[in-house]
């Protein structure tokens, strides 16, 4: 167990619906950062937070937003959700902005139909 | 760019058979390399780490070792166990970022 939780385990939503992916990091983490991992595309790097602010930014579309709260939980909104849009998002976390050891939850399964 | 190359899967082994994955990356600069394994319905779990060249990462048997000459860092294991039947990551971070570039996993299947 990393520590770092996520909430739902699935979701199952049909297409243009809108969905809120939640975690929270391990206790003490600062950094949370968003992870996408698909069957074409494999693990790729959506976006960071640090201390509740973004810190840097990777594949993420524009219909996909993010932020991290002050408890440091962060939510991952994914609006207008298409077919390719189903994956496995993880979220993992790291002691401060600069920690090269990010410890992963157990994700998020979203199936869009 | 930053980019992790590792060999195509699955790789199949009996119990105690020596493993290794090949994993080479190119990156600008000298990025901290990890491998991260992936048990089946489970997240993301760190299994070593190496952060600059000759460094060797080792955990549960497992080992890899950072050799910029050749910019690899392959994992090896000199004798398997089913429960080591997993999906195994490669990744590197680069210097002043902190996204992880991963390869596109190997999957590891150990028979008795």
């Known amino acids: 167990d990393s520590g770092v939780t996520q909430t739902p385990k699935h979701l199952i939503t049909a297409t243009g619906q809108r969905v809120t992916l939640r975690c929270s990091p391990r206790?003490?983490?600062?950094?949370v950062y968003w992870y996408q991992q698909s069957l074409d595309q494999g693990l790729q790097f959506l976006i960071q937070?640090?201390?509740?602010?973004?810190?840097a930014k990777g594949n993420i579309l524009e219909r996909f937003s993010a932020q991290q709260f002050p408890d440091l939980h962060s939510e991952l909104n994914l609006s207008s959700l298409e077919l390719g849009d189903s994956a496995l998002y993880f979220c993992?976390?790291?002691?401060?902005?600069?920690?090269?050891?990010?410890?992963f939850g157990p994700g998020t399964r979203l199936t869009v139909t | 760019g930053n980019s992790v190359t590792q060999m195509e899967g699955p790789v199949t082994l009996s119990e105690e058979a020596f493993l290794t994955i090949n994993c080479t990356y190119t990156a600008t600069g000298y990025p901290s390399l990890f491998w991260y394994v992936q048990y089946p319905g489970e997240g993301l779990q760190l299994l070593l780490k190496?952060?600059?060249?000759?460094d060797k990462g080792s955990n549960k048997g497992f080992e890899a070792t950072y050799r910029k000459e050749t910019t690899s860092f392959h994992l090896e294991k000199g004798s398997v166990q089913v429960s080591d039947s997993a999906v195994y990551f490669c990744a590197l971070i680069n210097t002043g970022f902190q996204k992880l570039v991963f390869g596109t996993g190997t999957r590891l299947l150990v028979s008795p």
């Open positions: 206790s003490g983490d600062l950094s």
């Open positions: 190496a952060t600059k060249a000759d």
């Open positions: 937070y640090y201390n509740g602010e973004e810190r």
């Open positions: 993992a976390s790291s002691r401060d902005r600069s920690s090269y050891e990010q410890y």
